[in-house]
């Protein structure tokens, strides 16, 4: 806290005026000094000689080196004009004849300012105009009765290094603000980045959780006055559900609030967690198999989470649309990419944009899937299946890049043991309500 506020003052301190105001006294004070002692020395067998006469004590003359001082308290905020005031100044001061070598660093200083405000070509003109005005002026009524000496000597290496100096300032805080930029573009970008990836998180764990409960709330209103049994399960499962559902959306919005006092951590999203995918599916009532092929090898976390929504998604899916079906869940481990496979037997619609035209079509959970699994150098294709209903097949590289050949046939699953409690029935008022809607 202490670092970031002296960091403000810090930046308010540089681009404050109070900063330009004191700048501007402290060199007003110090070049009067420096003027009046030129014309003023303390043994008057040093006095300047100019064409046989002592040469003028400054006097209210001071007054012009005040003015060129005190002006570059806005050299900021009208850098050329500063100049051209600062300039105008010192030029009447040199025309009156007084030696001109400490009063001439205030044009400098504002040359010096003009330099780091604008372009290289401007700044170059400004340099020269300034050069050539002030050597006229020196040499014209030069107190050391010739065109040498004094400051005259010393005008073009002065000009040149406020010129330079200035060009190289500004070069460097060119960089620096581009630096800052493309930082601020970048951290921008990752804002937007994971604002999309938490939208696809609750999108999915809402979609779900809402759609089990949505269809076993309805079996158990359909089944309640004569199978109450089945009724407290479709109850239980929905409690399941819920509990589930609540749980991620929990993580995700400690995500968001970056709290201190997170809940207790539970396993990230990811194909160890397929399995208790897959039963929270049966206890919907959609009679799913699930089926690995080929050696598990250790997934990256993007590519395990990415497998593991695209499966609840498809899920949620069948649940919500396929009416009375089964469904198949597959995942092959091959040649360096994770295959997985999801189909449904439903009799249900098919999502708008399926088939031909599925890689183009679909809602926000086919569009959504097809941007996880190209967020990790996959693909997904969606249309239906080879025994009618609906599939989905998502090709996810393990190393960043898919292999050459197309994926091969479904492997044909291993149906895993299903309580025949969990099935939604296929006929009555509970498959009636298994069949509402159309598939996303």
Not at 6 to 16: E, G, K, L
Not at 101 to 111: D, E, F, K, M, R
Request: with cysteine; charged share 15%; glycine share 10%.
């Amino acid at each position: 806290m202490e670092g970031a506020a002296a960091a403000a003052w810090r930046r308010w301190w540089h681009n404050s005026p109070v900063r330009d105001a004191l700048l501007a006294v402290l060199v007003t004070v110090v070049l009067l000094i420096g003027s009046y002692g030129e014309g003023s020395p303390k043994s008057p067998s040093d006095r300047i000689q100019f064409s046989g006469h002592l040469a003028p004590r400054p006097g209210p003359a001071l007054l012009l080196v005040a003015v060129a001082c005190l002006v570059l308290a806005w050299r900021r905020r009208w850098p050329v004009t500063v100049l051209a005031v600062s300039a105008a100044a010192v030029t009447a001061y040199s025309l009156l004849g007084f030696v001109n070598g400490a009063v001439l660093i205030a044009p400098i200083l504002a040359l010096y300012a003009v330099a780091t405000q604008v372009s290289v070509l401007r700044a170059a003109i400004a340099a020269v105009a300034t050069l050539a005005v002030l050597m006229t002026a020196t040499a014209a009524n030069n107190p050391f009765g010739r065109i040498s000496g004094g400051g005259f000597d010393l005008i073009p290496f002065m000009v040149a290094a406020a010129l330079f100096a200035g060009i190289a300032v500004a070069n460097r805080r060119a960089y620096a603000d581009s630096v800052r930029d493309r930082a601020e573009q970048d951290a921008l970008r990752r804002i937007d980045e994971e604002r999309l990836r938490i939208a696809r998180e609750l999108h999915d764990v809402v979609a779900h959780t809402m759609a089990t409960i949505n269809v076993q709330a309805g079996v158990a209103a359909h089944v309640l006055a004569t199978r109450p049994e089945a009724a407290a399960e479709s109850l239980q499962a929905i409690k399941t559900a819920s509990k589930e559902g609540l749980r991620e959306l929990r993580a995700i919005l400690n995500v968001l609030r970056q709290a201190d006092d997170a809940d207790p951590t539970q396993p990230a999203p990811g194909t160890a967690q397929l399995e208790t995918l897959i039963d929270g599916a049966r206890r919907a009532g959609l009679e799913t198999t699930f089926t690995v092929t080929g050696a598990p090898v250790p997934l990256p976390a993007a590519v395990d989470l990415t497998a593991y929504r695209i499966v609840q998604e498809s899920l949620t899916n069948a649940i919500r649309h396929a009416g009375p079906a089964t469904a198949a869940v597959s995942l092959g481990y091959r040649d360096g990419e994770l295959q997985v496979d999801v189909t449904d037997t439903g009799h249900g619609p098919a999502p708008a944009g399926a088939g031909q035209g599925a890689s183009q079509g679909g809602g926000h959970g086919l569009a959504g899937m097809r941007e996880r699994a190209a967020a990790v150098g996959g693909t997904v294709e969606t249309g239906s299946g080879p025994r009618g209903g609906f599939r989905v097949a998502a090709r996810l590289p393990l190393g960043g890049r898919l292999a050459a050949p197309a994926p091969g046939p479904v492997p044909q699953s291993v149906a895993s043991p299903v309580p025949p409690s969990a099935a939604v029935p296929e006929t009555g008022p509970a498959a009636a309500a298994a069949q509402e809607g159309a598939r996303p």
